[in-house]
Every structure is written in C-alpha cells, then in structure tokens.
C-alpha cells in the first residue's frame, strides 16, 4: 500500500463534548471500475479514489435504507456532514487497456458491463485496487453509518457502470450481515447464488450478467451468425409505428403492439435494426430527462469472505409511472409499463412486468431470494 496525501476532507460539524469514534477500513475493488476520476470517463491515477464520491454513495445507501436524520449526519446546503471521511493509502493502480478490449473477449459476458466504456471511457482500472478508509464520526450515528457503509459495500461500488457490477467491493472487515441490512430496508429485494468450488469476485460477476444479457436478448434460434427474431415486443412494435420493415419481418412475431416493456429495466435505450428496409435507429427515453437509471443491480457480493452471484432489485413503483418518448418525428402511443397484456410475452415468463419477468426468469437459474430473519 501507498501513502497518499490527498487535499483534506471538510472537517465536520460536531460539538467538542461529542464521543467521536473512527472506522479504518481495508477495501478492495474486487472487479474493474469504470471512470471514477474528476474528469468523466478518466481513472486518475494520482487519485483513483475520490471521497467525495465515497461520501456521495454512502449517502445515496443511507436513502435507499430509508433511515432518519439525513441533514443532521451527511450535512446540508445550511449545515456540514458529522462524517469525516478519509482515504488514506493505496495500492498499486493498473489498468485494462482500452485498445485491447479491456482484455476481454470483444463480444464476452463482461463486455457488455462494459460497452458503454468502450465507446465513452479511456483505460479502466483493474480489478485488486485497494485502499484504506476511515469514517470518523459521533458515537451516537454508529448504527447509521454502519448500515450504510454495509449497503455500499454488499450492493454497491464505485466509479460508473455500478448496477452492471463493475467497481464491486469487498471489506477484510466485519460488517453488519446482509440480513441487518435488509431488515433496515425497504422494497430491497436480493436474490443470490453461491456456484460451486468457491469462486471469486470475477467469476460471481460473470454469472448474473450474463442471465441479465440473455433475458434482455431473448430471441429466436438464429441462423449460423445470423441472430434469429427477437421475442420482446419492442422491434415489431417500432416496425408498426414506423411502417418500415425488412420483407422477412412483415408479419409480427411478437405481442402486445405497440408495447416497450424492458423500458422498466432503465432508460435510454437505443434500438438498433439491421437489413434491408428496417427502421432507423430510434431511442427512448423519458420525457423530460435522458436518462433512468435500472432499478435492477447484477453484481459479484461478498460476506464473510464468500462471494456470491448477486441480483439486487432497488424500490421501482416510479418506473411505472414514467412517461416515454422517442426520437420518431411523429406521435407514438406507449402503454404502461406494467399491465396483464404483457403475461403473452414470452421471456417475461407470465409476469406483469419486466422486473417481476427477471426475477422469474432468475429463480429458474437457481437463485434464492433471500428471506429477512427477524
């Protein structure tokens, strides 16, 4: 590890009568983080770990565990966090050249965590980057902070492309179990799978993205290298709207139309059609915003010096309320993203929805979903 001297964290807020207690904690990156530098797109080098970003996740966890007092202890326009937050040192930083694919396969499991950065990204770093954390902070916000350290590290990462498992972190330190977390949360749900012969963090990544690409590319058998129909709706909807088709895919294959159900599984989405007379490449998104983000995480976790494979769904009612547009130069009419017509979607296993249909469709690859213990 190596010393670092970073510009001071603001010193926080706290009376001198105050108990003060400091965490130190030893995390490792355990898969590649994307960006995380000042500069979007960049791992600085000099600073590959910013605390402001540590400080933006550990509050972002504290809100998904819907917990008291946020102003009081993360601090607010009018007053300074109680949380004094320190990276100290660091190992060795070394990176995946963007020039090589990363090191991967161009068209493998992780390349598309990671097709963003191919196109958006320099160099990413490579997973095994560790640092030293320490949380300095009144007594009485132990529980608080730990629960949020706790979800950060289980559920969360660091850098971009999080909810596609880069950035995946693991903590030689005890933290609060999975079960407390969960037990402080509300409308987080986990699914997990230990495979066997004890994989570590790139293996259990691999896994549940992988599921999450083929359910999201749920088609047809192809022909040779020719990628076979899809069996979402979205394609033959967009032929619909748009009155433009390939000869072959005239006749609909797929229902309800027009319907966008995978919207639900984050925005934008760029559909991209090939061969003669298809549309040309339409995007949704929501109206008002370019982006919303999924409310579905696949990530490698570690408890106990275990990793798992891991499904994380984040409270999602929003999604379903959202309202979409496209970039087609005519009115388009788009459904609810939830409803009983999608039921005859095929990889949505008869479910009502996107999310519920991928959960469906993990439990059939043997995830738990795992049970709160009181």
């Known amino acids: 590890m190596r010393s670092i001297s970073f510009q001071p964290p603001e010193i926080p807020q706290v009376n001198l009568n105050e108990n003060l207690i400091t965490d130190t904690l030893h995390i490792t990156i355990a898969t590649p983080m994307v960006g995380g530098g000042v500069e979007v797109g960049k791992v600085d080098s000099g600073r590959p770990v910013r605390v402001s970003s540590i400080r933006g996740n550990l509050r972002y966890w504290w809100r998904m565990l819907n ?4 102003a009081e202890i993360w601090g607010s ?34 390349a598309y965590a990671l097709f963003a950065a191919a196109t958006n990204y320099d160099d990413i770093a490579r997973e095994g980057l560790k640092f030293t954390l320490k949380l300095t902070y009144p007594e009485e ?42 037990k402080a949360a ?17 293996l259990a990544w691999k896994e549940p993205l992988e599921l999450y690409r083929k359910y999201r590319q749920t088609r047809n058998p192809g022909n040779g290298q020719r990628p076979g129909r899809s069996l979402w709706p979205e394609p033959d909807s967009l032929r619909k709207i748009t009155g433009a088709y390939d000869p072959k895919h005239k006749t609909p294959i797929t229902s309800p139309l027009p319907s966008f159900p995978r919207a639900a599984l984050g925005l934008p989405i760029i559909f991209h059609f090939v061969g003669r007379g298809e549309p040309k490449d339409v995007q949704l998104k929501p109206k008002d915003s370019n982006r919303m983000s999924s409310p579905v995480i696949t990530k ?14 984040l409270p999602h009612e929003h999604v379903f309320k959202a309202k979409l547009e496209t970039n087609i130069n005519k009115p388009v009419n788009i459904p609810e993203l939830r409803g009983s017509m999608y039921k005859t979607v095929k ?12 959960e469906a469709f993990i439990r059939e690859k043997d995830f738990k979903k795992e049970e709160v213990k009181a």
Request: aromatic letters at 10%; a neutral charge.
């Open 347 to 358: 990889p949505m296993k008869g479910q009502t929805d996107a999310i519920a249909g991928f």
């Open 186 to 202: 509300s409308g987080i749900t986990l699914w997990r799978k230990l495979l066997r012969g004890n994989p570590d963090s790139m």
């Open 67 to 70: 917990l008291d007092d946020e």
């Open 141 to 182: 916000f132990q529980k608080d902070v730990k629960l949020a350290v706790s979800a950060w590290v289980y559920f969360g990462g660091i850098g971009a492309r999080t909810r596609r498992g880069c950035g995946t972190l693991s903590c030689d330190e005890k933290l609060l179990s999975v079960n407390e977390v969960l």
């Open 300 to 313: 490698a976790l570690c408890e106990n010096g275990v990793w798992y494979s891991a499904v994380i769904i």
């Open 77 to 110: 326009t009018d007053s300074k966090s109680k949380v004094f937050v320190e990276v100290t040192e660091f190992s060795q930083l070394r990176l995946r050249e963007h020039s090589r694919n990363f090191d991967f396969h161009r068209y493998g499991t992780e």
